[in-house]
């Protein structure tokens, strides 16, 4: 089997499942993007993804993510940054990110926004909000910190905030991590109608996150194979 092959049969798997799970929720199909997450991947792998249709790649390592974007810019793919973001690469990163997933502290809105007007183009922020227990947190911002985070980036130039992203914790059934999720969009959307983006669920757990809402799924080893061990 080709890696063409083997690409094709597995996104048909995976556009398979959206379909079964958007229908399973009583949700039109066409609300749901698949984002592949093309991390640890080579950019001749985004090439074939780009023949078979997929126009949206998500990427979390800064240098990584830079390096295929510019290999691959012919492609006019929309570029998801998902990663944790460091402030001092933040401007970098707006630089070819159409979309930055990861915008979790006020300290990341500034270079973010500095990084989108030198380029002269605009940058697509979610917040992603932690889904974690108190304390035991990887990365996101506490829901009750969004309201000053969500104001930032509407003042900010450059930065048009669309929405919330969000990973499952560990360990916990993802029903109940989106469950709790959904809850925290509805109270988002009251306050920011316009922002109806809600970026949830991965290979293991996308029909859970598509029955709580998810208007993005960010897919990876389901479309790609197993990534190495070392992260
Ligand atoms: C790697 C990654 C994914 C994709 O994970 P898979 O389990 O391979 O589908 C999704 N979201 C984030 C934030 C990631 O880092």
């Excluded at 973010?112 to 002269?120: E, F, I, N, Q």
């Excluded at 949830?200 to 061990?229: C, F, K, Q, Y």
Aim: proline letters at 4%; one cysteine or more.
């Amino acid at each position: 089997m080709t890696r063409a092959d083997e690409l094709t049969t597995n996104l048909d798997v995976v556009r398979r499942r959206i379909s079964a799970a958007c229908e399973a929720a009583g949700r039109d199909p066409g609300e749901v993007s698949l984002v592949v997450v093309t991390k640890f991947f080579p950019a001749s792998d985004v090439r074939l993804l780009a023949d078979f249709g997929v126009t949206d790649v998500g990427e979390n390592r800064h240098q990584e993510a830079e390096a295929k974007a510019a290999e691959c810019a012919d492609l006019g793919l929309r570029w998801h940054f998902i990663g944790g973001l460091q402030s001092n690469k933040a401007g970098a990163v707006a630089t070819y990110a159409d979309v930055v997933e990861s915008v979790d502290r006020v300290k990341l809105v500034g270079p973010l926004s500095r990084g989108a007007h030198a380029r002269g183009h605009d940058v697509d922020v979610l917040l992603q909000v932690s889904l974690d227990p108190p304390g035991a947190h990887r990365s996101g911002a506490d829901a009750a910190d969004l309201a000053e985070l969500a104001r930032r980036v509407g003042e900010a130039d450059r930065l048009r905030l669309r929405g919330l992203m969000a990973v499952a914790p560990l360990g916990e059934d993802p029903q109940r991590a989106f469950a709790r999720l959904a809850g925290i969009r509805r109270d988002f959307l009251a306050e920011h109608p316009e922002a109806t983006v809600l970026s949830a669920g991965m290979s293991g757990d996308l029909e859970a996150a598509i029955a709580h809402g998810a208007t993005h799924v960010r897919v990876g080893s389901a479309v790609l194979g197993p990534r190495p061990a070392v992260q």
